[in-house]
């Protein structure tokens, strides 16, 4: 069964870090794209940041630009978004997801895209609270 599960969340003051790590199961995310996602209450799902499956390429939604990386390490099976600066906006569950067949840019541009992701993980609570 493939499997994501994401780890890492909790609960930050305002323009603290967290690392949120996305591990994979019953598959090798070598040649996978990983999509970082998140929602907010009463928010539609947005693209946070993208990474291709070599990782040379990246993207990143505006507004989190400049705060927050991606990086992946194959060979522990697992890729990782560390967010510093942290806002409250930036409150939300975050979600991974993987695909075999999406460009970096689709993934996390393209809305309609994200219906026919191939794996998802459950999800993981970040609140950034003072």
């Known amino acids: 069964q493939l499997q994501l599960v994401e780890s890492g969340g909790g609960l930050v003051q305002p323009g603290g870090s967290l690392r949120l790590s996305c591990a994979a199961s019953?598959?090798?995310?070598?040649?996978?794209?990983i999509g970082w996602f998140r929602q907010a209450p009463g928010k539609e799902r947005e693209g946070v940041s993208c990474?291709?499956?070599?990782?040379?390429?990246?993207n990143y939604a505006d507004s989190v630009k400049g705060r927050f990386t991606i990086s992946r390490d194959n060979a522990k099976n697992t890729v990782y978004l560390q967010m510093n600066s942290l806002k409250p906006e930036d409150t939300a569950v975050y979600y991974c997801?993987?695909?075999?067949?999406?460009?970096?840019?689709?993934?996390?541009?393209?809305?309609?895209?994200?219906?026919?992701?191939?794996?998802w993980g459950q999800g993981t609570l970040v609140t950034v609270s003072s």
């Open positions: 019953g598959f090798t995310l070598d040649y996978y794209a």
């Open positions: 997801a993987a695909d075999s067949v999406t460009t970096v840019q689709a993934m996390c541009v393209i809305k309609e895209e994200q219906g026919y992701l191939e794996v």
């Open positions: 990474i291709s499956s070599s990782g040379g390429s990246t």
